[in-house]
């Protein structure tokens, strides 16, 4: 069974779906959301059941978890007003949601390069193994993104799980690194987008170290949530006459 907790409550109620069986990497985005919410909301964090994949590591796993995620959630999707893919992809959960929801479903992949626009002009997005660099720059040209993404995709060399296995004072160091060497001074980024949900909570460290207003530093899980609220308050809803026609 997945672990599912809420924080806050309202009127609207939002879903966050962390795609993977790793628990601590729902406990770490409960932490950095469920004391910020919005009035008049509540919000649901899942995770994966028993038997999904632990991390997502390529495009076969994200398959596997999105029909895990899909066959448990089943009718309790018709409970929320608006939800959130954390996972740092292209991942077929968030396009087969929309089939099935009319409400917003927000991927934490678009929700910043998208707001990464409007803040500057040369994103990158620091990724977790090197096997995600070609994987990403993939999705975001399949997404029609790569004009927003033109600082390109570096890997920190973590794996997903390491960001829970290590001691997050050297995750942080390592992230802090390749963002001022590679990002700010090689490659003149202005905005920065943290490329996996398990990289929540290091973009306070990051900021840190940069000379002020440098470098806009996006954590896409914060992203995808704003993105989803504001969504949700507008009454926008996912359109059904063309690519997520419900089946």
């Known amino acids: 069974m997945p672990i599912l907790s809420t924080a806050g409550s309202g009127r609207a109620r939002l879903l966050v779906i962390n795609p993977n069986s790793t628990v601590a990497f729902t406990e770490h985005i409960a932490h950095e959301l469920g004391g910020d919410l ?4 509540e919000v649901v964090f899942y995770t ?25 959630l ?9 939800a959130i893919v954390a996972c740092f992809s292209n991942h077929p959960l968030t396009h087969a949601l ?9 991927s934490i992949l678009e929700a910043p390069l998208l707001m990464g626009a409007q803040l500057g002009s040369h994103a990158g997005i620091l990724t977790t193994s090197p096997r995600w660099e070609s994987l990403l720059a993939h999705d975001v040209a399949a997404l ?12 920190s060399g973590f794996s997903v799980l390491d960001l829970e296995r290590k001691s ?13 060497d590679e990002f700010y001074t090689r490659r003149k980024a202005d905005v920065l987008v943290l490329g996996c949900a398990g990289m929540v909570g290091f973009t306070d460290q990051i900021r840190d170290r940069l ?15 704003e993105m989803c609220v504001a969504l949700v308050r507008s009454r926008a809803r996912t359109a059904k006459g063309g690519l997520y026609a419900t089946p």
């Open 168 to 180: 997050r004072a050297e995750v942080a160091e390592r992230l802090v690194q390749i963002a001022l």
């Open 48 to 72: 994966a059941p028993v038997g999904a994949p632990a991390s997502i590591e390529g495009v076969g796993d994200s398959v596997v978890t999105a029909a895990a995620c899909l066959e448990e």
């Open 144 to 155: 029609g993104l790569s004009g927003k993404n033109t600082a390109g995709v570096v890997s």
């Open 98 to 106: 929309r089939e099935r929801v009319a409400y917003p479903v927000v």
């Open 211 to 225: 000379p002020p207003d440098s470098m806009v530093v996006l954590e896409p899980v914060r992203c995808a949530f």
């Open 74 to 82: 089943g009718p309790a999707l018709g409970e929320y007003d608006g």
């Open 38 to 41: 919005p009035p008049g909301y």
